[in-house]
């Protein structure tokens, strides 16, 4: 009977009731409380009445109502938003949002609309954004009028549009942005663009112009104007004459059929003055130095995979060209570029050249005003790396090497450009023997991404000299024995606000390791294989983001909860947490701090056994002695002296009987 | 056993419709000595595809024919292609189809919501296919990951 009892005893003291709390909604999800749903994909036929009548961005995509009308969305009067995607709706009846006053974007695409009611958009106080996409518009006489007074952009691709001539009541006060891709529109004439009052981005991609009405543009000003994929370039130019144009996208694509670029062909543009332009994937046909002639006021150029292996030198009308794009090309050196046509050059990008690209040497000395230079995806390779290859680029502030061939820096690799504030040089293997520090030199330097560079991360000068460096990415290099010694790389950059050492294999890390970085906002330590102990190299950290996502965290000692408390927000998502009483005080402090920790979705238990896959917030633990526990210790108590008094009596008398 | 049965009931009432259903398989070509067949592993919809020719000596630039329902907007677009042969990988690789700063085709930048067909070339190189049965993973997905066309397709070259 005793150890029966003392079992049971044992068993209420260390009972733990678990209550495992699941929502489940088959129906809508939920993407904001009382505000935003998704209700896409379920076959609705009607709007749910799960959802709150206060719902104000609804996306009902891919679902079934044939005919909307006053009834259907009667109940949602606070609607801002609304996704009618591919509902098969034929039929817009009368008055259907009459009640939505304050109902801004309707989205129609891909219904197959048969007819829409004079006043089916009567109602919303400012309708601004409406779109038609792909719903089988033909004449623009079908979009009823009476309420678009508001609209600032109208989406009409994918339709039977062959004419832009708006019905003369049609309101474009206010309209800014129309959308006509992918429709049959082969004339502009001067009366379509006059009727466009406002309308200052303009989108004709996948259409054919065959022709303009010369001075249909004539002293218009747009801030894009896109003719994508037409067969004739010269048409479109010409009919641009004495129009003023930001932003001008002029490319082809894949499987567009084009004619080759000549030099006459662009002679339309001395004729109007444009600020972008783009000629992504055309061909050019021979390059003179006279191609570019009418590009003199131009400060942007886009020549994305433009099939070039080279620009001529002393190319005439680029001096004032800010930007230029020649990514996806084919160069082989990079002197091929003759970067000395364009003086006043800031950014530069060649990325993703489809061949193996040489940096040379000097190639970019004239680009005395060069900021920005792009040269990642690029296959280079270089065995000592970058002060001849970007020589006199002094005022350089952001470099690009990222996704590259190994490159060997060795000290002060960088001394050329010392006003660098971001360098980036993710996946490319970099060489350097220690103890060579190749930043030194940057004392600018704000942001420098190092992740995946298989980094020799023992070099404890590898990152000397960067005195303001903010910004660090070490994500997936590996430390020697897995652990982050008292003394390492991080030395020298006091001034860190924000470190990623995701991935990095880490088993440990020394309490000391991060005692110099007093600034630290956002530390992530995430995939790595840390355990509890960890925290403690925090402990000065106060007001972190701090990412420990995918650990190999099981139990937090309480001494460590304070360190936690301190910070600002905190991931412990896919970690193998321990959910028994030997965790007890992490779990309440957990379930007592949910407002600070993030991705609490993926924050579950892994043991014991029966709580696995159980989010950490849904658990509840009793670890103490519950009230049935008091009751019983007191009657065992109880029982117990009673137990010792009987034995105590009969011991008393046995003694007395043998007397 | 029967709180097994009973919570595998309620987890195939409650999972999202479609899951579950599988789409028919289809052939996208069958020439001599090639067939390619594939099946759409998207739960929400099948997709129609086919190239215009089949042969071991894959041509460069190849012209396809594909017709799907756009369930997200595809100004950014990415393939993922998988290769295995007797259950190991042999190849994986991702490309970008549409990018922001390069929309390679003119399908690009298309809503949701909009039905594409697109009938045209590929830019794939050209090369043979060696004797044997192949497994190939497909998929295509835009910036948020979320999945706009998924298909397993099985190559038999003789």
Known sequence: MAPCAGCFLLAVLFSANCKVITFLDPMCTEKEASRTYNCENLGLKEIPDTLPNTTEFLEFGFNFLPTVQNTTFSRLINLIFLDLTRCHINWVHEDTFQNHHQLNTIVLTGNPLIFMAETS???????????????????????????????????????????????????????????????????????????????????????????????????????????????????????????????????????????????????????????????????????????????????ELDLTATHLRELPSGLEGMSSLRKLILSANSFEQLCQISAASFPSLTDLYIKGNTRKLDLGTRCLEKLENLRKLDLSHSDIEAPDCCNLQLQNLSQLQHLNLSYNEPLGLQDQAFKE????????????????????????????????????????????????????????????????????????????????????????????????????????????????????????????????????????????????????????????????????????????WYQENLQKLEGSGETMCASPPFLRGVKLSDVKLSCGITRVGIFFLMVFVFLLIILLIFSGKSILRWKYQHI | MKGFAAAFLVWALVSPQGGGETWPAHTACRDGNLEVLYQSCDPLQDFGFSADQCSK??????????????????????????????????????????????????????????????????????????????QVLLELYNRDHSTVACANATVTCS
């Open chain 1, 121 to 299: 958009l009567n109602g919303p106080m400012s309708l601004k954004h409406l779109f038609l996409t792909q719903t089988g518009i033909s004449n623009l006489e079908f979009i009823p009028v009476h309420n678009l007074g508001n609209l600032e952009s109208l989406h009409l691709g994918s339709n039977h549009i062959s004419s832009i001539n708006l019905p003369e009541n049609f309101p474009t006060q206010n309209l800014k942005v129309m959308d006509f891709q992918n429709n049959a529109i082969h004339y502009i004439s001067s009366k379509d663009i006059n009727a466009l009052e406002q309308v200052t981005n303009l989108n004709f991609n996948g259409n054919d112009i065959k022709g303009i009405e010369p001075g249909a543009f004539n002293s218009k000003i747009f801030q894009s104007l896109k003719f994508g994929g037409t067969l004739d370039l010269s048409v479109i130019l010409k009919g641009l004459q004495n129009s003023t144009i930001q932003s001008l996208w002029l490319g082809t694509f894949e499987d567009t059929d084009d004619q080759d670029l000549t030099s006459a062909m662009l002679e339309g543009l001395c004729e109007m003055s444009v600020e972008s332009i783009n000629l992504q994937k055309h061909h050019f046909s021979g390059f003179s130095p006279s191609t570019f002639q009418c590009f003199t006021g131009l400060r």
């Open chain 1, 417 to 588: 450009c010392p006003r660098l504030e971001l360098l980036d040089l993710a996946f490319t293997h970099l060489h350097v023997s220690a103890p060579q520090s190749p930043f030194q030199n940057l004392h600018l330097l704000q942001v420098l991404n190092l992740s995946n560079c298989l980094l020799d991360t023992s070099n404890e000068h590898l990152l000397a000299g960067l005195l303001d460096l903010r910004h660090l990415n070490l994500h997936g290099n590996n430390f020697q024995d897995g652990s982050l010694s008292k003394t390492n790389l991080l030395q020298p950059v006091g001034s860190l606000e924000t470190l990623i050492l995701s991935s990095c294999d880490l088993l440990s890390i020394d309490q000391q390791a991060f005692h110099n970085l007093g600034k630290m906002s956002h530390l992530d330590l995430s995939h790595n294989r840390l355990t509890g102990d960890c925290i403690d190299a925090l402990s000065h950290l106060k007001g972190t983001y701090l990412n420990l996502a995918a650990n190999n965290i099981h139990i937090i000692p309480p001494r460590l909860l304070l360190i936690l408390s301190q910070q600002s927000t905190i991931n412990l998502g896919h970690n193998p947490l321990d959910c028994t009483c030997s965790n007890i005080h992490f779990i309440t």
């Open chain 2, 57 to 134: 000596q894959l041509k460069p630039n190849l012209n396809i024919r594909f017709g799907i329902v756009l369930r997200e907007d595809i100004e950014e677009l990415f393939l993922d292609v998988a290769l295995f042969a007797k259950g190991s990988s042999i190849l994986k690789f991702s490309y970008p189809v549409c990018e922001v700063d390069l929309p390679k085709f003119s399908f690009c930048g298309r809503k949701k919501g909009e039905q594409i067909y697109y009938a045209g070339p590929v830019n794939n190189p050209g090369f043979e296919i060696p004797v044997g049965e192949y």
